[in-house]
C-alpha cells in the first residue's frame, strides 16, 4: 500500500517520531540538524526556492 504525502503542517520532530526515524535524520542543506519544530512545508517551500533558482 502506498504512503500518503505528509501533512505540511507537521513538524520534523512528530515526522521523524512517527515514522521511527531517529533524531537527527533531517538535515539542512548545509549538514546541520534541521530544528524540530519547523514545519514539513517550509522544507517544501525552501526546496522549491532553490530549485527556481538554479
Sequence with gaps: MAVR??????TVG????TRGLPPGT????????TRSD????TIR????KKKKNK
Excluded: A, L, M, V
Design 26 to 33: 533531517i538535515r539542512n542543506p548545509d549538514g546541520r540538524d
Design 38 to 41: 519547523k514545519k514539513i512545508g
Design 14 to 17: 512528530t515526522f521523524e517520531k
Design 5 to 10: 504525502k505528509t501533512r505540511s503542517d507537521c
Design 45 to 48: 517551500k525552501e526546496e522549491g
